[in-house]
């Protein structure tokens, strides 16, 4: 897909299933391999590909297959979540860290023997 700044507000969902289609056509061309040869291994229909590659929506669960199909399925992480700490929970756990290190005579009471 050379376009890499492509305009999705701006596009209908028509027109994002079609783009869609585009990229799977273009790395299964790429991978040399048939739409057969593709829905065999995602246990799809070869009409499922089709449909996608033309642009026709077909369901999560089928596109998921397919991208696991063609070892794709790296697409998927940019809905990983990460988390994120806030300022104030940041500067919480900053202020609990340990400001010092204790000292000799502290260690010394503590392994003292009361014999």
Do not use: P
């Given at each position: 897909m050379a376009n890499t700044?492509?305009?999705?507000?701006?596009?209908?969902?028509?027109?994002i299933v079609s783009i869609i289609g585009e990229y799977i056509k273009h790395q299964r061309l790429?991978?040399?391999?048939t739409q057969a040869t593709i829905a065999e291994i995602a246990g799809?229909?070869?009409w499922t590909m089709s449909k996608i590659e033309n642009g026709e929506p077909i369901s999560l669960?089928?596109?998921?297959?397919i991208?696991?199909?063609l070892n794709l399925l790296e697409v998927l992480?940019?809905?990983?979540?990460?988390?994120?700490?806030s300022p104030?929970?940041?500067a919480k756990l900053e202020k609990q860290k340990r400001q010092r290190a204790s000292t000799?005579?502290?260690?010394?009471k503590q392994n003292k023997s009361e014999w």
């Open positions: 700044n492509i305009e999705w507000l701006s596009m209908s969902d028509k027109s790429i991978q040399n391999k799809i229909n070869r669960t089928s596109l998921i297959q991208l696991r199909a992480n940019i809905f990983k979540i990460e988390s994120q700490l104030l929970k940041l000799d005579h502290d260690k010394k």
